[in-house]
């Protein structure tokens, strides 16, 4: 619905002549349709989900880490490799607004990253590869909408832009006491919301007709078309309004339906989704200390005999006698 707003209504709306809007409503030009309909309609949407699905038990998140950073990493890359053919292939064509779009995509995504990494590491003194991994895909958010728009120096701003401000929007949910485990407001949310700014503010005439077909279009305030950014606040602010409020009012229904409960029971949380609803769980030691050398056996094996058989008995405190 959200795609069939941005190509019909707001296209009726901002151009009574059914003239071409190049950031919102360009039916030859899909770049809005990843700030609007994609990013801004999935991170509010998880932010509309989270108040209504409540936080988890405060007793679980004690020991809260993420769960894999090999996976995130890989996840990262594959995201990475995919996102360079929507932003690219968005131009319609081997052209050089796409190789512009790809390569703005990249700028934009190091920049952010690197900005996520630092602003991590002035807190932890770490350097982060899930911190890296989360600026990565804040930058990717944040020129899925502009990277075929503007010039390469500003993609090079709206990387440091959309990595600052996403990782403080990632504080959000402590603020308003959700529990947005992904920070998919933040990252994908508010980084679409920041592209979509960017539009306003640094597009281009010159990027835009590099198709050789949207000519003639003028930007943002590069272009002196300043009207451009407050249609882009209004047409952020209306996707926004709209997603929260529609994916709020079916999250309640759903809710409502006997059956189709969105909430786990307390027992099924404690328990785990994956072997609570499917009976399987990644890995047969779901929790061990990292430091294994540290771990001690529970009172009621001290001084007893090994159950497997060939394995020496273990007694209390030898593990850390041999450490001393």
């Not at 038990?57 to 995919?82: A, D, Y």
């Not at 502009?146 to 990595?163: D, N, Q, R, W």
């Amino acid at each position: 619905m959200l795609v069939c707003y941005n190509w019909h209504v707001w296209k009726h709306l901002l151009n009574p002549n059914k003239a071409c809007s190049p950031f919102l409503a360009c039916r030859t030009d899909r770049f809005s349709l990843g700030g609007g309909p994609v990013e801004i309609a999935s991170g509010v949407g998880a932010l509309a989900y989270s108040m209504v699905l409540g936080k988890r038990q405060e007793k679980m998140l004690l020991n809260f880490r993420p769960h894999n950073v090999s996976l995130i990493t890989l996840g990262t890359i594959l995201l990475w490799f995919g996102w360079l053919g929507f932003n690219g292939g968005s131009a319609f064509g081997s052209n050089l607004r796409a190789i512009m779009a790809c390569w703005n995509s990249n700028l934009t995504a190091c920049m952010s990253g690197l900005t996520w990494v630092l602003l991590d590491f002035r807190l932890a003194k770490k350097w982060s590869m899930v911190g890296l991994c989360s600026g990565l895909i804040s930058g990717l958010v944040a020129a899925t909408p502009a990277s075929g728009f503007i010039p390469p120096h500003a993609s090079i701003l709206l990387g440091v832009t959309s990595g600052i401000v996403c990782n403080y929007a990632t504080k959000i949910k402590y603020m308003i006491h959700i529990d947005d485990t992904m920070d998919v407001f933040a990252e994908h949310g508010v980084a679409g919301m920041v592209g979509l700014v960017f539009n306003g503010l640094f597009g281009a005439d010159y990027i835009i007709g590099l198709d050789g077909v949207n000519n003639g279009i003028n930007g943002g305030f590069l272009n002196k078309n300043y009207k451009q950014l407050y249609i882009q606040v209004a047409y952020i602010l209306a996707c926004t309004f709209y997603t929260f409020a529609m994916t709020t009012i079916i999250c309640y229904g759903i809710n409502a339906i006997p059956g189709l409960h969105l909430r786990a029971s307390e027992q099924a949380e404690l328990l785990g989704m994956d072997d609570d609803q499917l009976g399987e769980f990644a890995y047969d030691y779901v929790e061990v200390r990292r430091d294994y050398l540290a771990w001690t056996p529970a009172k009621e094996y001290h001084n007893q005999d090994s159950s497997v058989a060939g394995e020496l008995p273990i007694q209390a405190g030898s593990i850390s006698e041999k450490r001393d």
